[in-house]
């Protein structure tokens, strides 16, 4: 009896066999691990949103993309993609923006901002919140790499960590030439011939000098002149001269200086009716300035001890 195989079925074994060789490698090459835990890093983000004061938290994971959409989380990974949202707040992905970043790692504000604290025109905490709005419109809704740790960090900030200095201006005003009454020299004694305003304070200060009062002969008079201080300081000189007898004015004169509103420069007048031959009359302002910023802003919220909060995360 022959108990060989026919040659036929040799070929039939070789290709079972291939076939589960490569049936076997396609199994080891199927996904069979869970897709990131979206909920475990919204509970995360939860704890420093869910705090009126500084807090922070990390989680690591095994996500490849992150999507943060205000109060949504978006994880996704070669096993697939899970959702979380929180329940209070909103936070802000920084990714790509160093100053926050930094934060988030746990570099102090003083430290981020030292810039803008030592310059007495700028706000710092104005700075700070364009820096965050600006990496909220960049990284909501927007799929970022991630890099297997989630960091999440809520930043607390006294909106009145530093103050924007006054600005300062200050005038004088005094008689720059004298002169005598024509025909009648030296019996009326010296009068005024050019009264003039010196300033020095803010740019573009647009001033308006006006001058009035009594010839030294007959008839009276004003003068007036305007002018913007673009470098911040300068002089304005009024003439006293008749059209006809070229007459100077008797003393005193009034005068009158108006300072007009302009953006954050409010509108001033400074006035007098005595001045003289050898006074000089002498003014000054102080201008208060304000920083601003949106209080309304939904990614900034305001607790009960007046500081501002933000949560910022890195993923």
Partial sequence: MDLEAPVDAWYVYLAVAIISVAL?????GVSTGPPPDANEAANT??????????????YEHDADVVTIN??????ENDHG??????????????N??????????????????KKELSDPDTHAFQVFTEDVEEAFDDNTGEPLPANGELLSRQIVVDAGIDEIEPLSEEAKIKVTKTAYLPAEPRI???NIREVTLKYDGVEDRSV???VEGDYAGWSTFDEEKEKTFEDGSGEITLEIKSSTAKQPAAEP????????EDGELPEETWESDDLEIGETHNWDNEIEREAEFDHDHSIIGLNDGGNYYVTLVIV
């Fill in 24 to 28: 076997a490698g396609l199994a080891l």
């Fill in 45 to 58: 983000i939860e704890g420093t949103t869910g705090s009126d004061y500084s807090a922070s938290a990390s």
């Fill in 70 to 75: 205000r109060e949504t989380i978006t994880m």
């Fill in 81 to 94: 993609t899970s959702h979380a949202s929180f329940s209070y707040g909103i936070a802000v992905p920084v």
């Fill in 96 to 113: 790509g923006h160093e100053r926050l970043e930094n934060l988030v790692y746990g570099s102090t504000f003083e430290e981020e901002y």
């Fill in 188 to 190: 009326r004694g010296e």
């Fill in 208 to 210: 308006r000098f006006y």
């Fill in 253 to 260: 004169v009034k005068f009158e200086v108006e300072f007009e």
